[in-house]
């Protein structure tokens, strides 16, 4: 949501390193640098829509709020982990330097347009970022004929498939309601989430707490990943809700089953992993939110939020912390800043979701009160990560 990367337990640098400016040198620098900023400004810029200081706007309300969350905050994310991954995965270089700064400019021009009036490009630029992430990822990992991550490709193609068809819709070029691309989106996400949990967050544990015992068994890894895919075709052919209900419902079983089986208990004292494991709860909610608002018993905003800032929220600012330190040569341990920011959006989370559930009343008041605390959370990450991204390694690696 959204970005997880196995780092080595970095050791104390034997000598100050060069001081340089260090941004382009990994995908994960920029990448993550601009979707904290852009996390902690665009709960501004939303309130500037609502105040009618953009009125001329292309994308404006809930939908550029859907939209900018996920094809603007965590995709970026997203693309910054797979840059960085997919050199270790492969032995290849992933984009640096010009090629990278290109990208992260593309990305950022995506942002602009959606606040101007110039819908076409807008679209373009929004649907041309992922295709030129996948081909960008693609050389590496078929140089080195890595075919067990040609699935990441895949996934970016389906999103740059995915706001292309949001894009057509919201111009009246097909007429397929907006959101049919927001929840495709949303599915590839949650698919994403739960395929590179399943790879680092029980590693992490057991290398992080000795005696965790953290484990996965086989058949439950199938049918956690077949559901959530079967969910994403359900949701692309527009069946019915009884169909996503269906789903839904064994599949938030299927992956609390195996939340337990990775002792997410055995991690209260090591808030790097606790955050990890706190964050991948909300897979098991999100899915028994959609089955209930299937049926009409919740709003759908409740099932998506569960999803986005729950789960999403929580997994990014625990592994943004995580790649910061391990591939900048730092300690795997969270300090009093770190551990600041996995509160306030895990307190997100909760507000934005459990307090409209139990008090609908106060929706209006619970949407502000999680304004507040994700825009703190990301915006603390930005602040205090700005060093750490655009200095060089510690231990003067490349990187």
């Given at each position: 949501?959204?970005?997880?990367?196995?780092?080595?337990?970095?050791?104390?640098?034997?000598?100050p390193?060069?001081?340089?400016?260090?941004?382009?040198q990994l995908?994960?620098?920029?990448f993550?640098?601009?979707?904290?900023?852009?996390?902690?400004?665009?709960?501004?810029?939303?309130?500037?829509?609502?105040?009618?200081?953009?009125?001329?706007?292309y994308l404006?309300?809930?939908?550029?709020h859907a939209?900018e969350?996920?094809?603007g905050?965590?995709?970026?994310?997203?693309?910054?982990?797979?840059?960085?991954?997919?050199?270790?995965?492969?032995g290849q270089?992933?984009?640096v330097?010009?090629p990278?700064?290109?990208?992260?400019?593309?990305?950022v021009?995506?942002?602009?347009?959606?606040?101007?009036?110039?819908?076409?490009a807008?679209?373009?630029?929004n649907?041309?970022?992922?295709?030129?992430c996948?081909?960008?990822?693609a050389?590496?990992?078929?140089?080195a004929r890595?075919?067990?991550?040609?699935?990441?490709?895949?996934?970016l193609?389906?999103?740059s498939?995915?706001a292309?068809?949001f894009h057509?819709?919201?111009?009246g070029?097909?007429?397929?309601?907006?959101?049919?691309?927001?929840?495709?989106a949303?599915?590839?996400?949650?698919?994403?989430?739960?395929v590179m949990?399943?790879r680092?967050?029980?590693m992490?544990?057991?290398?992080?707490?000795?005696?965790?015992?953290?484990?996965?068994?086989?058949?439950?890894?199938?049918a956690?990943?077949?559901?959530?895919?079967?969910?994403?075709?359900v949701?692309?052919?527009?069946?019915?809700?009884l169909?996503v209900?269906?789903?839904a419902?064994?599949?938030?079983?299927?992956?609390?089953?195996?939340?337990?089986l990775?002792?997410?208990?055995?991690?209260?004292?090591?808030?790097?992993?606790?955050?990890?494991?706190?964050?991948?709860a909300?897979?098991?909610?999100h899915?028994?939110?959609?089955a209930l608002?299937?049926?009409?018993?919740?709003?759908?905003s409740l099932?998506?939020?569960?999803?986005t800032?729950?789960?999403?929220g929580?997994?990014?600012?625990?592994?943004m912390?995580?790649?910061?330190?391990g591939?900048?040569?730092?300690?795997l341990r969270?300090?009093?800043?770190?551990?600041?920011?996995?509160?306030?959006?895990?307190?997100?989370a909760?507000?934005r979701?459990?307090?409209?559930?139990?008090?609908p009343?106060?929706?209006?008041?619970?949407?502000?009160?999680?304004?507040?605390?994700?825009?703190?959370?990301?915006?603390l990450?930005?602040?205090?990560?700005?060093?750490?991204?655009?200095r060089?390694?510690?231990?003067?690696?490349?990187?």
């Amino acid at each position: 949501m959204a970005p997880f990367i196995a780092v080595q337990r970095a050791q104390p640098p034997l000598a100050p390193a060069p001081a340089f400016f260090a941004l382009w040198q990994l995908g994960f620098r920029p990448f993550y640098l601009l979707a904290s900023a852009f996390a902690a400004l665009s709960i501004g810029l939303w309130a500037l829509q609502f105040a009618g200081w953009l009125p001329l706007a292309y994308l404006q309300g809930p939908l550029w709020h859907a939209h900018e969350m996920l094809f603007g905050f965590t995709l970026a994310v997203i693309v910054g982990f797979l840059f960085t991954a997919g050199r270790n995965w492969s032995g290849q270089p992933t984009p640096v330097g010009l090629p990278l700064a290109a990208l992260a400019a593309l990305w950022v021009a995506g942002r602009v347009l959606v606040l101007t009036p110039f819908g076409w490009a807008a679209a373009i630029v929004n649907a041309a970022f992922p295709l030129a992430c996948a081909v960008a990822l693609a050389i590496p990992l078929i140089t080195a004929r890595n075919r067990r991550n040609y699935f990441f490709i895949g996934l970016l193609l389906v999103l740059s498939g995915a706001a292309l068809a949001f894009h057509l819709s919201a111009l009246g070029v097909i007429e397929v309601p907006a959101w049919i691309g927001i929840q495709v989106a949303l599915d590839v996400l949650l698919l994403i989430m739960a395929v590179m949990s399943g790879r680092v967050i029980p590693m992490f544990t057991n290398n992080g707490v000795p005696g965790a015992n953290a484990t996965t068994h086989p058949l439950l890894e199938k049918a956690a990943l077949g559901s959530l895919a079967a969910l994403l075709i359900v949701d692309a052919i527009g069946l019915p809700p009884l169909a996503v209900a269906a789903i839904a419902v064994p599949a938030a079983l299927v992956h609390l089953a195996r939340w337990l089986l990775w002792r997410p208990w055995k991690t209260l004292n090591n808030s790097i992993v606790l955050v990890l494991h706190l964050a991948y709860a909300w897979i098991p909610v999100h899915l028994a939110l959609r089955a209930l608002a299937s049926g009409g018993w919740v709003s759908p905003s409740l099932a998506a939020h569960a999803l986005t800032v729950g789960a999403a929220g929580g997994l990014i600012i625990g592994m943004m912390v995580r790649t910061a330190r391990g591939h900048t040569g730092r300690m795997l341990r969270a300090d009093q800043f770190d551990t600041a920011c996995f509160v306030l959006v895990l307190l997100a989370a909760l507000t934005r979701v459990l307090v409209p559930l139990v008090a609908p009343s106060q929706t209006i008041t619970a949407v502000l009160g999680s304004a507040a605390f994700w825009t703190l959370g990301f915006g603390l990450y930005a602040v205090r990560y700005w060093p750490v991204l655009t200095r060089p390694r510690l231990d003067g690696r490349p990187g």
